[in-house]
């Protein structure tokens, strides 16, 4: 190669190291404009997954046809033994469902799971229509991952700003046969959190459904779950009453305070992104219709207006 001129191989070089200087100049200033680099790795989705607390006569198939995107275990409490998803003994309502998923997936979670009952349409759901697709498809995974533990009721309706008070109760022993709940909850409390101080009051939205993320759950070892599940496997209490019982626990087991109410306002913008609501809004987002939603709900909504 003797006939190349002596400084080509420098000149070369020195076209190199230029048209490297201008491809660092230019991403610097990408980056320093906020765009994102195409050699940047595409951020991982969240994973999620939907945990439904059902019986065998649950129709579940509009799961099936508006959720088909989503991954999905749908326990029967009350389902044969042999049963893929089921629970040791059908107790307890829809928190021996939960239990049992939080000890058998403790160490295959997803970034945030999910914990429902079976029926699509539900007096609490907090949304006009009382619809779970609803509340699912608008819940704002990020405020999750960031609170931990969200409750998807916002409605302080049942529950807020005060349901029980157990130190009362514990001190005074009232004899309160409507409120069986309230009488059994202080030795429960007592026996579930070992060494945890008697909260003077206790609130959280009912009825039994939120999301958790990960790191939520595992602040907890799994042998809580374990023990927590056989406390409930080994209970004497009557169904209803101690998934009650757990129902106002959930928020305390995954790290909130006994009195966890968020303001309404807050509480809809964060969890489900609808903010600036006015005070005629936040009223109309849940109203109470009674336990049974009418007959052919949502069609019949216009007859019962």
Partial sequence: MSWLHPHSGLRSR???????????????????????SSAAASPKPLETELVF?????????WVDEHLSDRRVSIYRADGPPEANLTVPVNKGDEAMVYLTFLVDRYWTLPDVTIFLHGGRYQWHNDNPLY????SIRDLNLDFVLEAGYVNLRCAWAVGCPAELEPARYYRERPDDPLHSTAMVYPDQFLELFPGVQLPEVVGVPCCSQFAVSREAIQSRSREDYVRIRQWLIDS???MGTSGRVLEYMWHILFGKSPRYCLDPQTCYC????????NEEQLKSQWVWRGLVL???WPD???ETN
């Fill in 53 to 61: 607390a059902a019986m065998q006569s649950t129709d579940m198939s």
């Fill in 294 to 296: 009418p007959k052919g």
């Fill in 236 to 238: 004497t209490l009557q």
């Fill in 270 to 277: 964060e969890t489900y992104g609808h903010c600036d609501m």
């Fill in 300 to 302: 019949a909504v216009n």
């Fill in 131 to 134: 619809d779970s697709v609803i």
């Fill in 14 to 36: 020195m076209s190199m190291c230029l048209g490297l200087a201008l491809a660092l100049l230019l991403l610097s200033r990408r980056i320093m404009n906020g765009e994102p």
